[in-house]
Nanobody, 123 residues
Framework: QVQLVESGGGLVQAGGSLRVSCAASGRTFSIYAMGWFRQAPGKEREFVATISWSGGTTYYADSVKGRFTISRDAAKNRAYLQMNSLKPEDTAVYYC????????????????WGQGTQVTVSS
């Protein structure tokens, strides 16, 4: 199993920046990709970004492209989501998840999930 713990969420004003982190432990050798998803109240879970664990290939949702940057430090088993130019519509609980394949935006292919960290963007 892989255990995931997110951190770094909080309250920020529109236009501001925030970085959330995801620490992985356990069978981290099985990780092929790590993704970030988010879920706002009353809405479905939404794909945000993903990164391949070894090569660093990235893929973003159109809604965050150019504003968010996903990165990883495989040696430290950590992934990050740098969020710039935040908008109120970015308000959500942000989850990291791991996959054993290049799952991209398909949340059903992600095997392990963290508990989430709240990001609130005020207008």
């Amino acid at each position: 199993q892989v255990q995931l713990v997110e951190s770094g969420g909080g309250l920020v004003q529109a236009g501001g920046s925030l970085r959330v982190s995801c620490a992985a432990s356990g069978r981290t050798f099985s990780i092929y990709a790590m993704g970030w998803f988010r879920q706002a109240p009353g809405k479905e879970r939404e794909f945000v970004a993903t990164i391949s664990w070894s090569g660093g290939t990235t893929y973003y949702a159109d809604s965050v492209k150019g504003r968010f940057t996903i990165s990883r430090d495989a040696a430290k088993n950590r992934a990050y989501l740098q969020m710039n130019s935040l908008k109120p519509e970015d308000t959500a609980v942000y989850y990291c998840a791991t996959a054993t394949s290049w799952a991209v935006s398909d949340h059903t292919l992600y095997d392990y999930w963290g508990q989430g960290t709240q990001v609130t963007v005020s207008s």
